[in-house]
């Protein structure tokens, strides 16, 4: 894997935090947590963010905000979404809007893990291709 990738976690929640920090065993991360959209903004303008992981509900609006915030970013932000709420018809929503990565609620480890990893490998053949 090509140098470090750096991820936005946005959540009001500090345990979903916690269990994000905790999981990435061995990925090339540096990581930058922010519980509002306007945190959110200040981060995606100072740190070069490769991926957003936001929760579907923060403390001043919804993914859809923070989402909008990454739409004209170049290199394009990978946007991943753990939803706890809706079903299919929400996954396809969230998709249609640009979310590259719908987690189901109750999400393991794991399925984080293969996100970022999914993330990780776009960004480094994109990196790759422009070389």
Excluded: W
């Amino acid at each position: 894997m090509v140098g470090k990738f750096n991820l936005l976690i946005v959540s009001s929640r500090l345990e979903i935090k916690r269990q994000v920090l905790r999981s990435p065993n061995g990925l090339p991360l540096n990581t930058y947590a922010a519980g509002s959209v306007a945190q959110a903004e200040d981060a995606l303008n100072m740190h070069g963010i490769c991926a957003v992981l936001c929760d579907e509900r923060i403390s001043d609006g919804t993914y859809h905000d923070v989402l909008a915030l990454t739409t004209d970013q170049v290199p394009k932000i990978k946007f991943i979404l753990p939803l706890t709420l809706g079903g299919p018809d929400e996954h396809r929503e969230a998709r249609r809007l640009g979310v590259a990565e719908v987690i189901p609620s109750r999400f393991e480890p794991t399925d984080l893990e293969l996100a970022l990893i999914h993330a990780i490998r776009g960004q480094n053949a994109a990196l790759h291709a422009a070389a």
